[in-house]
């Protein structure tokens, strides 16, 4: 049992890479108040553990239903992804009234779900490799030890990765309000090539194009 679920974690890590993703929340929550870039985090991490764990009970049986493939999954995420980093690039805002989204987010009062759920916790953290990779974990287990174990490893991984994200705050005080903007612009860029890189895996995936590296 414990060397299954040590399997699972270090599979987990190296797949959800929190450390990887401290950039794309930084420029995601540039704006935002220390207190609300606290909750997002937390939520962002709490719904990507809340998916993978539904994925290991169910994500084997819900693809098959919904006649659904990892490539498809993969290629949707890119898309979503490519979207968000235009408007880092752009610094677009959804509101023209910046004073009033300014003050709401100065006293933490808006929504941490922004950006929380969508890219954050899907798919930077609980994206097409890991919900797969829970699925065949749980498909591998041989008794209830071992499927208890995959979701130890699951939770270990959300924790993680919540500590992880709380380093961004001392990150954005040393950088300062232009930094933020001007790496968050670059960040953008990054994020534009993580999300055409998912759509490439996506398309080799399903055998449409050749394997690119």
């Known amino acids: ?3 299954f679920t040590l399997t699972a974690l270090v599979s987990l890590l190296f797949l959800v890479d929190p450390p990887g993703t401290i950039p794309p929340f930084l ?3 540039a704006r ?9 985090a937390l939520v962002a991490c709490v719904a990507a553990t809340a998916i993978m764990t539904a994925f290991a009970l169910v994500g084997t049986w819900l693809f098959a239903k919904l006649g659904l493939s990892l490539p498809a999954f993969q290629i949707a995420g890119g898309l979503i992804l490519f979207l968000v980093a235009l408007d880092m690039i752009r610094e677009k805002t959804e509101s023209g009234d910046d004073a009033a989204v300014e003050g709401a987010e100065a006293d933490g009062s808006a929504d941490a779900g ?3 759920i969508t890219p954050l916790a899907v ?3 609980a994206g097409p490799a890991a919900l797969s990779t829970v699925a065949v974990l749980m498909s ?3 008794n209830v030890f071992e499927s208890a174990g995959v979701f130890v490893a699951i939770g270990l991984t959300g924790l993680t990765a919540y500590a992880t994200l709380r380093l961004a705050d001392p990150i954005q005080r040393r950088l300062g309000v232009t930094g933020i903007h001007v790496v968050g612009r670059v960040l953008g860029l990054v994020l534009a090539g993580i999300a055409v890189q998912f759509v490439l895996d996506g398309l080799a995936a399903a055998k449409i194009i050749p394997p690119v590296n």
């Open 123 to 125: 798919p930077l953290l």
């Open 140 to 142: 591998r287990a041989t």
């Open 27 to 29: 420029a995601l929550t």
């Open 1 to 3: 049992m414990f060397d």
């Open 114 to 116: 922004d950006v929380a």
């Open 32 to 40: 935002y108040a220390p207190r609300k870039r606290r909750r997002t």
